[in-house]
Structures are given as C-alpha cells and as structure tokens.
C-alpha cells in the first residue's frame, strides 16, 4: 500500500475499516457507517441501513386506508404531520375526494409549523454535532415547545398527531388557536434574531462548517437530493414551487438557496426556510375562510383501480407516497419515497476525503430522521 | 479559513448565553408543579357509556391494533344489543382515537389522564365495569368540542411573559 518515506524511517501503512454506528450518540438513530480510513482521513464510506426497519409498507398493506394514518406518523417522527399530509394528499387524488377550503388552509398552517418545528430541531442538532454542545439544541427545543404546544391543542398529542383526514384534518381548530398562532407569529422572529447573533459569525463554526463536505450541483440533481440539501447546493427546486400542492399557490414566499452545497450553506437554507415559513403562516391566518373542515368520505374508502403519487416539500425533502389500489379497503401496494433515505446515498461522496471529526459533521448536516430511511 | 478580527462572532454569541442566565427558568418541577394538558388530550384511557351504547361494534372494526374486544348478546332491548363484555387492552392501544371518531352513537371517548403506569399486566386490561365516567376519570374533549369547553385551558408556553421581550 502507500508508503510515506522521510529521511531513512520507513512508515507502511495500510487503510483499516471502523465500523461507526449503529448504537453512537451522534448518528441520529441506528446507522451504521462503514468507514475505510486512511489514518483519518476517510477514503470510503458505506452506509448500512435497517437497523430500524418494521415492515411498514408491509403493514399498511393490510389495513384501511384510514387507518394507515397512524402508521405514517411513525415514519418521521419529527415531522409527523407532513407525513400525514403526504398520505392523504395521494388518498385524495387515488379516490378523486375534494378538500374544503378551511381544511386546505388548517392544513398548510399546520405544515408550515411542523416545518419550523423540524428545522428548529435540525438546526439544533446540526450546532450540537458541531460542538456548540447543548446549548443551542435546548434553545431550539424550547422554540419547538411551543409548536409542539399548538399541535397540542388541535390534536392532543404531541408526538403522533395523528391529525390529517383523507378529505379534511380530523376536527376544526379550537377557538384558542389563532391567538396563541399570533402570539407566537409574533415572538417567534426575535428567537430567530437570537440564534444568529449566537451562531452566525461563530469563528469557531464557519471554520469547522464552511468548505467542508461539498455536494456538487450536477452531483446533487443526478443524486435526486430533495429538500435543503438540493437547495444549498443552488438548485432552486422546491415541490411547493414546481408543482404546487393544496393552495401553496396562493402565497408569496421565496425559496432561499446556498451557493456552495456546503455544511454551513445547508445550516443557513434552514434558517432562511423557517422566515419563509413564518411568512407563509402570516398570509394563511389572515384570509382563513369558515366552514367545513372535512368532506363527506365513507368510513371504508374504496379507491377505483389504479394507482398515484401524492408528494409535498417535507421539512427534509420531496416526501411521497405511491399507492396502489386494487378496488378493496386496503392499498394493494404502498410505498413511500421518503426524503432523507436519498440524500443518504450522496453521503460517501461528500465524507470522501474529509477528516473523521468532520463525518459527523456532514452527516448531521442532511437532517435524517432513522424512522423515516429504515421504514 | 483566514478571519481578520478573532473573537467577535464568539463575543456576540456569549453575550446571548450570558443574558439566558438573568432570565427565569421556563421548565416546571413535575410532579409538584403540573400544567394543564390540552383540552383534547388524548389520555391513556378509553371511557364507554353505557347507556349509548347499542353494541354495533363500530370501535372495534376501526380499531387496527384490535384493542378492543366486544360481544354482545343476539336479543335486542329498545333497538340496542345487550353487551356482555367490553374489553380494551390499553396495553396494546395506541390511542390514535380512531375509534372514538368512529362511534356513531356519542358513547366512546378517551380520557383527560396522562398517568397510567401500572405495576400488573392485568391492570392495564380495561372491563365495561372499569370503562365508566367518574370524578376521577374525567372525559377529554377529543372529537366532542362541548366536552371540551368545561375542561380548563391549556396551559401554554407562548403565554409565558418570557416571549414578550422579542415581540414586534
């Protein structure tokens, strides 16, 4: 193998295989990555998933399309109502079901915040793999806590929604919503303000994030990343743009994109998606409709033969989900495109060459969510 | 990376974390302090009335976990099925309120309580004698906006006055 000669020592050294993962702190969930390093230097890099796999896809396959709704609250559990959405966005064009106008509005409120509830944990997650240890997640988190309060009051849970209905969410939002939404619309800029002044020209954190693990726009695109990882890599592409979903034609938004794909770019992307979701929520409370909050859907949905693709801009990426029906209550084929699983597979090519202190670095910078990849 | 002035940015970013420190706490200490859970709760048990019931087996079909087991008897009083056992196994149950959505007769609900470790497996098998309405065991208002209005209001972050400072 290579052989370094300095004066008359001669070092042999050979490259050596460590096995990062499943059960480390900083892998997000169980993956595990098999790295091939050279010193530290990494030469390659193997991702090895399934460590979390359930079945699913599998599962759903034997239950009605309603109750399927659960189940995708525990594919990315930070980000379950986009997870509901999705699935119910691909019911409705399968079964050709129309959705009232306040639910279409309810629905992207509710969207808009689970965005900035997941952000909020990326972001936070991202300073921690840094080394900004702890301080800026739990300022984060505290942020996401009163999202999380909100999806409280409409839902009753915090974790597993469960919220989104084929043909409507599942009860109008009470009363209190609104006021405790503007209140927080109100607030929510200055955290935003804050985490800046701590964070955004830390010297410690543009040496460590800047430059490193570059994913090249051609390379991005050919990849098929979605989400924030495709858009700090400059390619302006976002699902709420290019084909718009629901009524994300309605609002005016700007779709921020990094210039140079690198981790620092992808952290700023984050930043830069949670104003614009703020913006969209302030235009969406403000002509909120009355009326109807759900369609008259039966209680066993039987969809026509055929098949569609229902995909909306998650928080990590072009989140789909691909239905099969064979005329019964239960999807005969289900399967989710999920996000994250495919901005995975650009990992190896942006950790090649990067140091092992930096590996964590590039992977805390996709933002995966392990229920998700595995299924 | 080549910066022309050190430290400023770590400057700008300490004077956040030292201003954390004059600021008070928001977190609570549990099990003395509580705050109000929200009005649609979805607690950790399943409420049956009795009376409403008429025994169709609506819950039991939307059920996906098949947490819930019902027999009835085949005679009917007052166009209602006698119902012999009503069980739920709120260890299996994922309290997603599927079934409470589905009831059509108003007589399923989820309760307000979030505490429900138990010591026995047996515990946490829930009978029709179990299932009833009590001071106690009060009745989340998911899916029954009335049954909402008398529960009290959600204790929320957003109105701590800690967030005043940022608003605009």
């Keep these: 193998m290579e052989t370094t000669k300095t004066k008359e020592i001669v070092i042999n050294t050979e490259p050596f295989v460590v096995n990062f993962g499943p059960a480390h702190p900083s892998t997000h969930g169980v993956f595990r990555m098999r790295m091939t390093l050279d010193g530290e230097v990494i030469m390659d890099m193997e991702p090895v998933f399934g460590y979390l796999h ?12 309603t109750s399927c709704i659960p189940l995708t609250d525990r594919l990315d559990y930070l980000a379950p109502m986009s997870n509901n959405l999705a699935y119910c966005l691909a019911v409705e064009k399968l079964a050709g079901i129309a959705v009232p106008e306040r639910a279409e509005y309810i629905r992207v409120i509710i969207a808009e915040l689970q965005r900035i509830a997941s952000h909020l944990c990326a972001v936070g997650f991202f300073l921690n793999d840094c080394g900004a240890f702890m301080t800026p997640v739990l300022y984060m988190l505290r942020e996401r ?38 209140k927080f619309l109100k607030e929510m800029p200055g955290w935003l303000d804050e985490y800046e002044r701590l964070l955004k020209d830390n010297e410690i954190l543009l040496a460590r ?96 033969i055929g098949e569609a693709y229902g995909h909306l801009e998650g ?7 691909y239905l099969v029906s064979d ?6 084929r289900f399967h989710v495109r999920a996000p994250t699983f495919i901005n995975l597979t650009a990992l190896a090519d942006m950790m090649r060459g990067w140091k092992i202190a930096d590996a964590i670095l590039i992977f805390g910078s996709i933002d995966i969510c392990m229920g998700e990849v595995d299924r | ?93 994922i309290f997603c309120g599927l079934c409470v959505e589905a009831c059509p007769f108003e007589a399923l609900f989820l309760s307000y309580d979030y505490e429900c ?33 008398k529960l009290p209001k959600q204790s929320l972050l957003v109105d701590n006055d800690r967030g005043k400072r940022h608003e605009r």
């Design chain 1, 145 to 182: 806590e009163r999202i999380l309060d909100l999806f409280d009051m409409v839902c009753g849970q915090r974790l597993t929604y469960n919220y989104m209905r084929v043909g409507g969410v599942s009860q109008d939002i009470p009363e209190e919503f609104i006021p405790a939404l503007k």
């Design chain 1, 54 to 65: 359930r079945g699913l896809e599998k599962l759903a396959e034997e239950r009605t399309y």
């Design chain 1, 315 to 321: 928080p990590r990426g072009e989140l789909g989900f």
């Design chain 1, 209 to 304: 994030a800047k430059g490193v693990g570059i994913l090249p726009r051609d390379l991005a695109i050919n990849i098929g990343a979605s989400g924030p990882v495709l858009r700090a890599s400059g390619v302006r592409w976002d699902i709420r743009r290019a084909d718009p979903y629901s009524i994300y034609d309605r609002f005016e938004f700007d779709i921020p994109v990094g210039t140079a794909g690198d981790c620092y770019d992808r952290y700023r992307v984050r930043v830069e998606e949670m104003r614009q979701s703020l913006r969209i929520l302030r235009q969406a409370i403000k002509d909120l409709p009355r009326g109807e909050v759900r369609s008259e859907v039966p209680h066993l949905i039987r969809p026509p």
């Design chain 2, 1 to 93: 990376m080549k910066f022309e002035r050190y430290g400023i940015g770590i400057a700008k970013g300490l004077s956040v974390t030292i201003r954390h420190l004059l600021r008070r706490p928001i977190t609570t200490q549990y099990p003395e302090q509580r705050l109000n859970p929200s009005r649609r709760t979805r607690g950790n048990e399943l409420i049956w009335d009795k009376d409403k019931c008429t025994g169709c087996g609506t819950c039991a079909k939307a059920c996906h976990i098949g947490a819930i087991h019902i027999s009835t008897s085949t005679n009917q009083v007052d166009n209602k099925y006698e119902v012999q056992k009503y069980e739920v196994d709120t260890g299996y149950c």
């Design chain 1, 327 to 332: 005329g019964s209550i239960a999807p005969y």
């Design chain 2, 117 to 149: 470790a138990r010591y026995r497996r047996n515990d946490l098998l829930h009978d029709k004698e179990k299932m009833v309405e009590t001071p106690e065991r009060k009745v989340s208002g998911y899916f029954y906006p009335k049954r909402a209005a």
